[in-house]
């Protein structure tokens, strides 16, 4: 019989966090499942919550919203799912009704008790197990030819980096520079690889991430804002134009000096970071220079696509994972992600060990 407690990571406020008992969750309404957590992360969201960086998350609260799970209860509403089904899950649950989920903008659903697992709306999944509210909208069954660590980022920062391509509309033969070259960063250069454009540029003061990103493949060149005049090096290699695109996943106001003033006359930024702070735009410079700005969240309707590229071979994220341990360690794992020790890319968290 499954105890009636589990292991989870309770955020209590800002600086206050750390490995709690707390209640299995249970079926609350017809569409729940309810799923045993098989693989998570530790994202660079959480970091910002633990740090007091996003003021308006309740607690406590369980955090965690990168997963894969296997479904071990439905409610009696689940049509798409079975106990035993492996599914990589969306960060984002939505109700599909709300005049936001309508549009597409699920992040901002508006009904109660839905919205970014272990954010702003039900409980993460650094935790033993999860509960999913309409669990058919945004669970997406894992493909037997692929594992949960294959396909773990499609539900976050692989969509997200996606989704900058797609904004920022990456064209063949065009220069892309990548602004920030984190998780969400090396994400859209790996995606947008996939458009061929002539130069992808990564820009980092990291260097553990510049390197994952000329080694893999990602990037043409790295650029470190502490040694090279990013902005002057792209327009001596653009013919003094600038960047066709420039994507921002850094969220801070130096990356975003970097990703508005290195791309040209007519060019796009896009951005897909969060910012803890407001960022001011040089508007009074930029008049007449007819640049597209596009910022928003990653629509969870692309996992299926990326899972295809990623049996396909297209996509291959598995560089991300330099760190893996159980959620005993999850702790450790806060100190070495967050504080960017040990060349760390990603930390993995697998299930609790007795």
């Known amino acids: 019989m499954m105890s009636a407690y589990m292991k989870a990571m309770v955020y209590h406020g800002p600086g206050k966090y750390g490995l709690n ?31 007091g960086g996003i003021p308006e998350v309740r607690y406590p609260l369980i955090l965690g919203h990168e997963f894969c799970v296997e479904i071990i ?4 509403a689940v049509r798409n799912l079975k106990v035993g089904d492996r599914v990589a899950v969306s960060c984002i649950t939505f109700c ?15 009904t109660k008790g839905y919205g970014s697992f272990g954010i702003f709306g039900p409980e993460g999944c650094q935790a033993e197990f999860v509960r999913m509210p309409k669990a058919d909208n945004y669970c997406y069954k894992i493909p037997e030819s692929l594992t949960p660590q294959d396909v773990l980022f499609c539900g976050d920062v692989l969509s997200a980096g996606y989704f900058g391509v797609e904004m920022a509309d990456v064209q063949p033969g065009e220069t892309v520079v990548v602004v920030g070259a984190g998780p969400v960063g090396l994400c859209a250069m790996t995606t947008a690889r996939l458009r061929n454009p002539s130069k992808i540029i990564a820009v980092d003061t990291i260097p553990c991430r510049l390197n994952a990103a000329l080694k893999t493949g990602a990037a043409d060149l790295a650029l470190n804002p502490a040694a090279d005049d990013v902005v002057e090096i ?24 970097i990703a508005f003033n290195a791309v040209r006359c007519g060019g796009k930024i896009s951005i897909v970071s969060i910012y803890e702070r407001p960022v001011t735009v040089p508007l009074n410079k930029s008049w007449a220079a007819n640049i597209s700005l596009s910022w928003g969240f990653a629509p969870i309707d692309r996992i299926p696509v990326l899972m295809k590229l990623i049996e396909k071979g297209k996509i ?23 504080n960017k020790k040990e060349n760390c890319l990603k930390w993995l968290v697998t299930p609790w060990e007795t």
């Open 96 to 110: 599909g009704e709300c005049s936001n989920c309508r549009q597409g903008i699920y992040a901002r659903c508006k």
């Open 316 to 338: 291959d994220t598995n560089f991300l994972c330099t760190h893996k341990a159980p959620l005993n360690e999850i702790m450790r794992g806060y100190d070495i992600f967050g």
């Open 234 to 257: 792209i327009r001596e290699l653009t013919d003094g134009l600038g960047a066709d695109k420039t994507i921002e996943c850094a969220g801070l106001q130096p990356t975003f000096d």
């Open 21 to 51: 008992d707390v209640p299995v969750p249970k079926i609350l309404e017809p569409g729940d499942a309810i799923g045993k957590v098989i693989l998570s992360t530790i994202s660079g969201s959480d970091i910002h919550i633990v740090k």
């Open 73 to 76: 209860e439905i409610g009696p």
